[in-house]
T-cell receptor
Framework: DTGVSQDPRHKITKRGQNVTFRCDPI?????LYWYRQTLGQGPEFLTY????????KSRLLSDRFSAERPKGSFSTLEIQRTEQGDSAMYLC????????????FGPGTRLLVL | RKEVEQDPGPFNVPEGATVAFNCTYS??????FFWYRQDCRKEPKLLMS???SGNEDGRFTAQLNRASQYISLLIRDSKLSDSATYLC???????????????FGQGTILTVHP
């Protein structure tokens, strides 16, 4: 499978715990995005990388959230001291940077904070 | 006001019906427009890009009115398999390359019944 992959697919954690999600983009894609989607809403942008550089972070990304893409390939999204409001689907997407880029989404990591 | 607004529906139509979805966007700097489809508990997938001249892909027709900041999607001869959430999506381009961040509407739910 040469699409975007995410791991884990599901995560249940207790409030206050730290969690880390991984995204592996399509291999030749230099851009990688993180979005969050809650029930009944469309995905909301969190952050994106071009190669290893993090170019934008949403104000939704509080200090408890950190994302990295150390070698310009896979990325990790860490949430520290999780809160119940962090429960959502976390989607990763990748693309090639050009004027009419298409972003391809991974299957998402569904997080439930108890 | 949300940056991208859609009628959430749900739309319940019989097979063979024609159904239209509307979307408005508030940021006049938006330059790229898309419709994504999202099946229940799955990731969003690109259905089609939307061009100023309007474009068609089989049973699907997309229209863009930049003056009114309005996007539409028409589905003809609906199939059971068209049942999904349809997401209106906008992007900004800067300097010939995509700005990166996609802004999604909340989605319109379509159910096609026999």
């Amino acid at each position: 499978d040469t699409g975007v992959s995410q791991d884990p697919r599901h995560k249940i954690t207790k409030r206050g715990q730290n969690v880390t999600f991984r995204c592996d983009p399509i291999s030749e894609h230099n851009r990688l995005y993180w979005y969050r989607q809650t029930l009944g809403q469309g995905p909301e942008f969190l952050t994106y990388f071009q190669n290893e550089a993090q170019l934008e972070k949403s104000r939704l990304l509080s200090d408890r959230f950190s994302a990295e893409r150390p070698k310009g390939s896979f990325s990790t999204l860490e949430i520290q001291r999780t809160e119940q409001g962090d429960s959502a689907m976390y989607l990763c997407a990748s693309s090639l940077a050009w004027a009419q880029e298409t972003q391809y989404f991974g299957p998402g990591t569904r997080l439930l904070v108890l | 006001r949300k940056e991208v607004e859609q009628d959430p529906g749900p739309f319940n139509v019989p097979e063979g019906a024609t159904v239209a979805f509307n979307c408005t966007y508030s940021n006049s700097a938006s330059q790229s427009f898309f419709w994504y489809r999202q099946d229940c508990r799955k990731e969003p997938k690109l259905l089609m890009s939307v061009y100023s001249s309007g474009n068609e892909d089989g049973r699907f027709t997309a229209q863009l009115n930049r003056a009114s900041q309005y996007i539409s999607l028409l589905i003809r001869d609906s199939k059971l398999s068209d049942s999904a959430t349809y997401l209106c999506v906008v992007n900004k381009n800067a300097g010939g390359t995509s700005y990166g961040k996609l802004t999604f509407g909340q989605g319109t739910i379509l159910t096609v019944h026999p």
